[in-house]
């Protein structure tokens, strides 16, 4: 899908995740809720994951996004470091 096509919802997620996670090399949001803005997935891959645990990447992510979860019925969160 093109960024043209991005939701609302997405392209605010999107902006929000470059904001906290600057050195992130990939960040995409998917809203899966057929646009309506209640569930979202997110991949994110950033040098800020390496060494953490997949759990504590998540709380990252949830951190970030703790205003607009507010919002949401569900998230999915799919995290990694860039490969070395």
């Known amino acids: ?3 043209a ?3 609302e919802g997405e392209s605010r997620l999107v902006r929000v995740l470059r904001e906290k996670f600057p050195r992130a090399s990939a960040i995409k949001v998917v809203d899966i809720s057929g646009g ?3 569930m979202y997935e997110i991949h994110i ?3 800020e994951f390496r060494e ?3 759990v ?3 709380q990252m992510v949830n951190q970030a996004l ?3 979860i507010k919002h949401m019925h569900g998230l999915r969160i799919f995290t990694s470091a860039p490969k070395p």
């Open 1 to 3: 899908r093109g960024f």
């Open 5 to 7: 096509s991005q939701t």
């Open 36 to 38: 309506c803005g209640a």
């Open 45 to 47: 891959e950033s040098e």
């Open 52 to 54: 953490k645990r997949m």
């Open 56 to 58: 504590q990447q998540h």
């Open 66 to 68: 703790s205003e607009e």
